[in-house]
């Protein structure tokens, strides 16, 4: 009678975990997501109404506004983000009036901290977690262990390594004669 609430409890526990490491590791990318649209949204609204006199000009030719443009809205000149608010050509050029973004461009510095970060870790994680996640400290699959009172143990596992992965060469020189 009470085996049942013990097994729900055990499985609400077990979700609860997975979802709170799946947040964690999503959390940081759903967040930039979500920030990104309403930056984005602000400035598309802001640009309507601003007379050009506040806006940035950029005057190139057709294949250098095809390397700056980003997407439909937006450039990126000199690694800073503008929005576009107009585009006017003028034989073969095209003038863009655009708006710097800091908000986006600070979004953008964010997410590439947070990518890189893990990159610049210069520590070694400890030998116990290398050999964990090598898995060396199990033995080859159909291993035969015999004891010192006589009994034999064969061991069936689902990890296959190679003799080479389980042998250790002593390191010393060959003996001299």
């Not at 030719?61 to 700056?68: A, I, R």
């Amino acid at each position: 009678m009470f085996i049942l609430p013990a097994l729900k409890l055990k499985r609400c526990f077990s979700i609860s975990l997975i979802v709170l490491f799946v947040l964690n590791f999503i959390g940081v990318y759903f967040y930039f997501g979500v920030r990104l649209f309403q930056i984005r949204t602000e400035m598309r609204a802001a640009l309507k109404d601003l007379p050009r006199e506040k806006l940035e000009k950029f005057s190139m030719d057709e294949v250098e506004f095809k390397n700056v443009l980003v997407d439909e809205h937006e450039i990126k000149v000199e690694g800073r983000m503008y929005d576009i608010a107009r585009i006017e050509q003028d034989h073969q050029l095209i003038i863009i009036y655009a708006l710097h973004d800091a908000a986006e461009d600070d979004l953008l510095s964010f997410l590439d901290e947070i990518a890189k970060r893990p990159m610049q870790d210069k520590k070694s994680p400890p030998a116990q977690i290398l050999q964990f996640i090598a898995l060396t400290f199990l033995p080859p699959s159909k291993t035969i262990l015999s004891h010192r009172d006589g009994k034999v143990l064969e061991l069936n596992t689902v990890y296959a390594f190679n003799h080479s992965d389980i042998a250790r060469s002593i390191e010393s020189p060959p003996p001299q004669a």
